[in-house]
């Protein structure tokens, strides 16, 4: 290798090549940018590398931690909907969605879907209840992640409207039991 080296000198030397020193300048200077360059290449893959990691690390995390909530979410939920709903069952469950994005691809995501049976009723399907039994669904979600994680204040309006009087009754227990974790503006 330097027998090599030392001819391709001789050779740039017999050749008489004009500005053979710039030409050697520009080499070296070369010579050092793609040194710089494959350094700064080799740190952007080990970042690459570091940041997938942590992607899915954090994948893991949020799914770990949303199943986990949706479970708590979903115990609270059967709570007060057999409050509303005496005899009637509620839960949340997770489900996988199948979603065909523009280009054709196929990508799964979970959601979260609501199984409720009421007592005396054969229609499982939340828009064949009526308005009111629609409305106590959704309070009783609502109630539910409201008193896992209390805000500090809820401003609830006509959120009574489509519930008759018998309704209203159970609408008002539920009211009484979150005002015990935070201040309601009715």
């Not at 330097?2 to 001789?10: F, G, H, N, Q, V």
């Not at 070369?30 to 290449?41: A, F, I, P, Q, V």
């Not at 054709?104 to 229609?123: S, Y």
């Amino acid at each position: 290798l330097m027998r090599a080296i030392e001819r391709s000198k001789l050779r740039i030397e017999e050749a008489n090549i004009p500005n053979r020193e710039e030409v050697i300048a520009e080499y070296k200077s070369t010579s050092e940018r793609d040194e710089y360059l494959t350094k700064e290449l080799a740190d952007i893959q080990e970042s690459e590398q570091k940041l997938l990691t942590l992607i899915d690390e954090l994948t893991h995390s949020l799914e770990d931690k949303f199943s986990t909530g949706v479970k708590e979410v979903s115990r609270v939920f059967s709570e007060f909907f057999e409050e509303v709903f005496p005899g009637g069952k509620g839960k949340l469950m997770l489900v996988d969605i199948s979603k065909i994005d523009d280009e054709g691809n196929e990508t799964v995501e979970q959601g979260i879907d609501i199984d409720v049976t009421l007592p005396n009723k054969k229609v499982k399907e939340l828009n064949m209840f009526s308005g009111g039994e629609r409305a106590l669904v959704s309070i009783a979600l609502l109630f539910a992640m409201s008193s896992l994680t209390p805000p500090p204040f809820m401003v609830l309006d006509e959120t009574d409207a489509p519930l008759d009087e018998h309704n209203a009754r159970k609408y008002g227990s539920m009211l009484a039991r979150l005002a015990e974790k935070s201040k309601l503006l009715v």
